[in-house]
T-cell receptor, first 109, second 114 residues
Framework: KQEVTQIPAALSVPEGENLVLNCSFT??????LQWFRQDPGKGLTSLLL?????REQTSGRLNASLDKSSGRSTLYIAASQPGDSATYLC????????FGAGTTVTVRA | NAGVTQTPKFQVLKTGQSMTLQCAQD?????MSWYRQDPGMGLRLIHY???????DQGEVPNGYNVSRSTTEDFPLRLLSAAPSQTSVYFC?????????????FGSGTRLTVV
């Protein structure tokens, strides 16, 4: 069974600091890894999708890397803003996903 | 707008009642799935479908039934609600088996069983 772990569970940083969120998974035989953002009481918003053949994906201030051999992914958010405050979820799989419990980020103005 | 539509958004049930959570997508996606999200935990897979007429169990299927009579709809039925089923439920769909184009999630149904 695929186990997905996200560390830390919570993170508080001052505005402008770079964010580094970690995700690890136990089974490297994955089709893709996806990062989601979830605001309180809301649904999931897809941020970045990394297919198993890729090493990283970038979108604006966001960059996600994937190292299948070590079972790790890292989401970098550059120059954080208060609007980046949310819970970030990592998920791996194919048409069925295994999720981590998330990292709750607070960016202080 | 194209996407995944879930209804209702909120529901309160009494223990022992039954109900159906609706999920519909208009993107012609073959693959659909239901997840539940509990505080402090990631989403967990309840049931999934790989096409009309084909469903299978996920990680936490007990107490739930599904069917898929059309490509568009994938309802989730609670047979006899229990307080342990208090949760937020999300429906999701993807175009391909490898989800190479990602997933689309509904906005969720917040269910409370008293």
């Amino acid at each position: 069974k695929q186990e997905v772990t996200q560390i830390p569970a919570a993170l508080s940083v001052p505005e402008g600091e770079n964010l580094v969120l970690n995700c690890s998974f136990t089974d490297s035989a994955i089709y893709n890894l996806q990062w989601f953002r979830q605001d309180p009481g809301k649904g999931l918003t897809s941020l970045l999708l990394i297919q198993s053949s890729q090493r990283e994906q970038t979108s604006g201030r966001l960059n996600a890397s994937l190292d299948k051999s070590s079972g790790r992914s890292t989401l970098y958010i550059a120059a954080s803003q208060p609007g980046d405050s949310a819970t970030y979820l990592c998920a791996v799989g194919d048409y069925k996903l295994s999720f981590g419990a998330g990292t709750t980020v607070t960016v202080r103005a | 707008n194209a996407g995944v539509t879930q209804t209702p958004k909120f529901q309160v049930l009494k223990t022992g009642q039954s109900m159906t959570l609706q999920c519909a997508q208009d993107m012609n996606h073959e693959y659909m799935s239901w997840y539940r999200q509990d505080p402090g935990m990631g989403l967990r897979l309840i049931h999934y479908s790989v096409g009309a007429g084909i469903t299978d169990q996920g990680e936490v299927p007990n107490g739930y039934n599904v069917s898929r009579s059309t490509t568009e709809d994938f309802p989730l039925r609670l047979l006899s609600a229990a307080p342990s089923q208090t949760s937020v439920y999300f429906c999701a769909s993807s175009y391909s088996r490898t989800a190479a184009y990602g997933y689309t999630f509904g906005s969720g149904t917040r269910l409370t069983v008293v």
